[in-house]
């Protein structure tokens, strides 16, 4: 799926897997809607840890695999906290 908009995501696919062959990544869209923070294992994350103008939550009912070709810049890491909080959320999620 091919989106013209540019989006946010965090990138969680692990670098122990990345293969030149393939050009793409797993990973966890960012949205602006607030209300799905309600949602067990999404995470909500603030403007230090994305980034972003305005608050917003990893949606980990949303992975997606991204072309390499799409990322345009990256705007910074989660710390360690959110990071396994993000985890978690798609243990949860992917019953791992």
């Known amino acids: ?11 969680v696919q692990t ?5 030149p062959r393939v050009r793409s990544f797993l ?6 809607r607030l209300h799905l923070e309600g949602l067990p294992g999404n995470v909500r994350l603030d403007t230090r ?4 103008p305005k608050p ?3 949606n980990v009912y949303d ?5 390499s070709t799409d990322f345009v810049e ?19 999620v992917l019953d791992l």
């Not at 799926?1 to 990138?11: E, G, I, N, S």
């Not at 840890?49 to 972003?52: E, K, P």
């Open 1 to 11: 799926m091919r989106v013209d908009k540019l989006r946010p995501a965090v990138v």
């Open 15 to 19: 670098d122990a897997v990345r293969e």
């Open 27 to 32: 990973v966890v869209p960012l949205t602006s």
């Open 49 to 52: 840890s994305t980034g972003l």
């Open 56 to 58: 917003s939550v990893a």
């Open 63 to 67: 992975v997606q695999k991204v072309l």
């Open 74 to 92: 990256r705007l910074g890491r989660l710390d360690p906290g959110r990071q396994q909080a993000l985890d978690d959320g798609l243990r949860l």
